[in-house]
C-alpha cells in the first residue's frame, strides 16, 4: 500500500501539429534505402521482430533503387506501374470533378497512396482474392478493370454493375480479385481471413490479401482476423494502410502505446513488415515476399505501409480545420508518382516530355470512358437504375412479402 | 430568444449539461479536436479540456464499452456513434450491459450513459449512412429510445436524457438537423432560424422523456410519427386536406400511450409511419398497442407506411423514402374504409 498516492492523471495522444502550427515530421525515423535486410520467406518470425519497427525502402533519394528488396519488376513492369499510378491519379481527378459538378453524390481519392494498391496489384495470381476498403481502387486499375464501369458505379446509372443500390466507389468486382466493399469498417479484415482458410480447406492454391486503414485497425474485427490468420496460419497478406491520419483523427489514437501498427502482429508470432508506401518498387518487393509465404503454406504476414493522404477524407471532409494545410508538403517520403518517374529518368527509360505527353494521353483515356459513362447517365440525371431493381437481390428468391411491396410501389 | 439548428441545440445540451455537472464527458469518432463530423460536438474540447470531450479510436464496441464502466464508476458519458449504421460492432454492450446492469447487480451497479447517434436517410449516404435501427433498441429491455425532431425539443430531450439515471439510446434525425425536411426533396428546406421550434433557450431546461406532442391538431385521424416523418405526415395532411392529428411521439421507450389513445378514440382512425423497414418495425408496436387500447373505437384498420423491406439504396433513395405521397394514400385509404 502506498500512503501518499499521487493522482492519476488522463493521457489523451495528441499530434504534434495542429492548424496554424508549422509541420514537423523529423521525429518520424526514416532509415535509409536499402538498410533494411530482406529475409528467407521460410524465416523464423521470431527473428525478424526488428523488421516491424522499421521501414523497408528500396528507392533512394537520388533515385536508384538499392540494396536487398531491390529488383522484383522487369524495365516494362516498372514503365506500366508509373503508367496505372498516372491513371489513377487523373481518375481520381476527373471523378472528384465530377463530384463537385453534382454528376454524383460522393467521392474518395488516392492523392498520395496510389503507389500502395497499383504495385500491390502486380504480386497476385489471377483467382486470389483482395478485401479491400475504399482506397485501394488501384486494385482495379492495375488489374484491368474498366473504367467505364467503375464510372458507371460511381454514377449510379443504367449501367452500373450494381443497380445502383451502393455508395459510390463501393466496387464489387469478383472476376478481379476484388470483394465487394462494405461502408462498415474493417468487417472485410477477418472476412479475408476465412476466405484464406477455405482456401487451404479445399487445398486450393489462391491466397487472400485483407486491407484496412490506420484508424480502422481500432475495430475489434481486425483483432479477430490476427487471431484467426495465427491459429489457422492462414494463407493471407493483412494489409495496413498506414496515411496517418483517419478523418480528423491522428493515427496515434489508433495505435496507443504500440510502436508501430506492424508490431500489432508481434504477439499473434505474426511475420511483420513495414515498408514505405510511396515507394512503388518497395511495395512490389514486400507484397511479393508476403504473397510468397501464403502460398508456401508459412501463413499470414502483417504489413504496414507508411505513407500520407493528402487529398481530404472524403469529398464531405475539409482537413484544413485539423491539420496544416502544407502538412503533405512536408511528408518525408515523397510523392510515390514523382519517385517513380524520377527513377526511371535516371535510368534511361523515360524523360520528362514522354511523361507530359503520357499524361495526356492518359487524360484522353480517362475522359472518353468519362464520356461514355455519362452517356448511359448520371446521378441526377440520364439513364437509371430501375425501381426495380431496389427490391431485387435482398433474397435468391423474393419472398411473398416483398413482392407484394414491390406491387404497391407500383413497379 | 436564440435561434439554433438541430446540430446548435445539441451542442448546447452537451454544453450546459458539462457546465452543471463534472461527472459528464463527452467521446466518440472525431468529435474531440474537429468536433465531430456533424460538428455537434465543436467547442467543447477547448472548453471542458481533453478529459471531458475527447477523440476515441475507431470502436464502437470500445467506445461504448468504456462508457459502460466510466458509467459504473461514477461519470455520465454522453457519447457519439458516427452513424447509426455503425453501432452494430457495439450492440453486445448496449443489450448485454448497459441495458441489464442495474437489474443483474440489483442496483449496485448502474449505466447513466447517453449513446447519441445520426439516423434516418434522405441524403444519398447508401445503405450505410440512412438505417434507422430503432426498433433493435425499444426491443431491449432497461433502455430508453428518443427521437428528437427539432432544436427546442432536441436539447431539452438530450438534457433530460444526460440527467436519467438510466441508458439512453439518442438518434438524432440527420435529414433535421438543418431544417424540418417534410420529404419533398426537389423543394428548398426552410432553416431552422425561421422556424418556431427553432428558438430555443441558452441555459438548462428539460423536455421530460415519455411525453409526446400534438404537432398539427386534428380530427379525422391520427398519424403517429417521430423523427422526420411528423414533417411529412403534417405535409401529407395539408396536400390530401385530410384533418389529420399529428402526434410526435419524442420518445419512443418509455411511449407516451395516453397522448396516443386519447387522439384515437377521439379521430377513430390511425396511421403509423416511419422511414425504418416494415416487418418487426416499431410501428408494429404502436399499431398493437392501439388495437388492444381503442379496438371498439376503430372505425378502419390501423394503416402503417414505411420503408421498404430492403437495404437503404442509394440512387432509388427517393423511391424508397416514405414521403408524402405515400403517406397520403394511406390517410386517404383510412378515410375511405
Ligand atoms: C464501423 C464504422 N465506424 C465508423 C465509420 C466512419 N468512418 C468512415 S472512414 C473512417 C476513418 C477511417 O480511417 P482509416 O482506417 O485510417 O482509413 P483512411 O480513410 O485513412 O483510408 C471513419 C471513422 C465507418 N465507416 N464504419
Ligand atoms: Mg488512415
Given amino acids: 500500500m502506498t500512503d501518499n498516492p499521487s493522482p492519476l492523471k488522463f493521457h489523451v495522444p495528441e499530434p504534434e501539429v495542429r492548424p496554424g502550427g508549422t509541420p514537423d515530421f523529423s521525429n518520424v525515423p526514416i532509415p535509409k534505402a536499402g538498410s533494411v535486410d530482406r529475409p528467407p520467406v521460410d524465416v523464423d518470425p521470431r527473428t525478424i521482430r526488428d523488421l516491424a519497427y522499421s521501414i523497408i525502402r528500396v528507392l533512394n533519394r537520388e533515385g536508384d533503387a538499392v540494396g536487398p528488396w531491390a529488383g522484383t519488376l522487369t524495365d516494362e513492369e516498372q514503365l506500366e506501374g508509373l503508367r496505372h499510378m498516372m491513371t489513377l491519379r487523373t481518375f481520381d481527378a476527373r471523378m472528384q470533378m465530377a463530384q463537385r459538378q453534382g454528376k454524383t453524390s460522393f467521392y474518395m481519392q488516392h492523392m498520395g497512396e496510389e503507389a500502395v494498391s497499383c504495385a500491390f496489384r502486380k504480386a497476385l495470381n489471377k483467382g486470389d482474392m483482395n478485401f479491400p476498403t475504399y482506397r485501394q481502387a488501384g486494385l482495379l486499375i492495375a488489374g484491368g478493370y474498366p473504367m467505364v464501369d467503375m464510372m458507371n458505379q460511381i454514377y449510379s446509372n443504367e449501367k452500373d454493375p450494381l443497380k445502383g443500390r451502393q455508395l459510390p466507389i463501393m466496387y464489387s468486382a469478383k472476376e478481379h480479385g476484388f470483394f465487394s466493399i462494405s461502408g462498415n469498417l474493417t468487417t472485410q479484415y477477418i472476412q479475408a481471413v476465412g476466405w484464406a482458410m477455405a482456401s487451404a480447406i479445399k487445398g486450393d492454391t489462391k491466397i487472400a490479401v485483407g486491407w484496412v486503414g490506420d484508424g480502422a485497425t481500432a475495430e475489434s474485427d481486425f483483432h479477430a482476423a490476427l487471431v484467426f490468420a495465427s491459429t489457422y496460419r492462414a494463407p493471407v497478406v493483412l494489409n495496413v494502410v498506414n496515411n496517418q491520419w483517419a478523418i480528423s483523427t491522428f493515427q496515434g489514437i489508433a495505435r496507443g502505446g504500440s510502436g508501430t501498427f506492424a508490431a500489432r502482429g508481434l504477439g499473434f508470432g505474426i511475420p511483420a513488415l513495414r515498408v514505405d508506401g510511396n515507394d512503388y518498387l518497395a511495395v512490389h518487393a514486400v507484397a511479393k515476399w508476403a504473397a510468397e509465404r501464403a502460398r508456401s503454406n508459412l501463413g499470414p504476414t502483417l504489413v504496414e505501409y507508411v505513407t500520407y493522404r493528402v487529398g481530404a477524407h472524403s469529398t464531405s471532409d475539409d482537413p484544413s480545420a485539423y491539420r496544416p494545410k502544407t502538412e503533405s508538403d512536408a511528408w518525408p517520403l515523397g510523392d510515390p508518382v514523382i519517385r517513380l518517374k524520377n527513377h526511371l529518368i535516371r535510368r534511361g527509360l523515360w524523360s520528362d516530355d514522354r511523361h507530359k505527353q503520357t499524361e495526356a494521353e492518359i487524360l484522353e483515356t480517362v475522359i472518353a470512358a468519362q464520356k461514355e459513362a455519362e452517356s448511359h447517365g448520371t446521378l441526377h440525371a440520364g439513364g437509371k437504375p430501375s425501381t426495380r431493381d431496389m427490391f431485387e437481390g435482398v433474397y435468391a428468391e423474393m419472398p411473398a412479402h416483398l413482392r407484394r411491396q414491390r406491387q404497391k410501389a407500383g413497379v | ?337
Fill in chain 2, 1 to 337: 430568444m436564440p435561434r439554433m439548428t438541430m446540430i446548435e441545440a445539441i451542442r448546447s445540451a452537451m454544453d450546459v449539461a458539462m457546465g452543471r455537472d463534472d461527472n459528464v464527458v463527452v467521446f466518440g469518432e472525431d468529435v474531440g479536436y474537429f468536433g465531430g463530423v456533424f460538428r455537434c460536438t465543436q467547442g467543447l474540447q477547448q472548453k471542458y479540456g481533453r478529459s471531458r470531450c475527447f477523440d476515441a479510436p475507431i470502436s464502437e464496441l470500445g467506445i461504448v464499452g468504456a462508457a459502460v464502466g466510466m458509467a459504473s464508476y461514477g461519470l455520465k458519458p454522453c457519447i457519439e456513434i458516427q452513424f447509426a449504421d455503425y453501432v452494430y460492432p457495439a450492440y453486445d454492450q448496449i443489450v448485454s450491459e448497459a441495458a441489464r446492469l442495474r437489474y443483474r447487480s440489483n442496483g449496485e451497479f448502474t449505466c447513466p450513459i447517453v449513446i447519441r447517434m445520426p439516423t434516418g436517410g434522405g441524403i444519398f449516404g447508401g445503405q450505410t449512412h440512412s438505417q434507422s435501427p430503432e426498433a433493435l433498441f425499444t426491443h431491449v429491455s432497461g433502455l430508453k429510445v428518443v427521437v428528437p425532431s427539432n432544436p427546442l425539443d432536441a436539447k431539452g430531450l438530450l438534457i433530460a436524457s444526460i440527467e436519467d439515471p438510466d441508458p439512453v439510446i439518442f438518434l438524432e434525425p440527420k435529414r433535421l438537423y438543418n431544417g424540418p425536411f417534410d420529404g419533398h426533396h426537389d423543394r428548398p428546406v426552410t432553416a431552422w432560424s425561421k422556424h418556431d421550434l427553432g428558438e430555443v433557450p441558452e441555459g438548462h431546461y428539460t423536455v421530460p422523456l415519455g411525453k409526446a406532442e400534438i404537432r398539427r391538431p386534428g380530427s379525422a385521424v391520427t398519424v403517429l410519427a417521430y423523427g422526420t416523418m411528423v414533417y411529412v405526415a403534417q405535409a401529407a395532411a395539408e396536400e390530401t386536406g385530410i384533418d389529420a392529428e399529428v402526434i410526435d411521439l419524442r420518445t419512443l421507450l418509455p411511449l407516451d400511450l395516453e397522448t396516443i389513445v386519447a387522439s384515437v378514440k377521439k379521430t377513430r382512425r390511425c396511421v403509423v409511419v416511419h422511414e425504418a423497414t416494415l416487418t418487426s418495425g416499431f410501428g408494429a408496436e404502436l399499431v398493437s398497442l392501439v388495437q388492444e387500447n381503442c379496438f371498439y373505437h376503430l372505425e378502419a384498420p390501423v394503416a402503417r407506411v414505411a420503408g421498404w423491406d430492403t437495404p437503404y439504396p442509394h440512387a432509388q433513395e427517393w423511391d424508397y423514402f416514405p414521403g408524402p405521397k405515400r403517406v397520403g394514400e394511406a390517410l386517404i385509404e383510412t378515410m375511405e374504409a
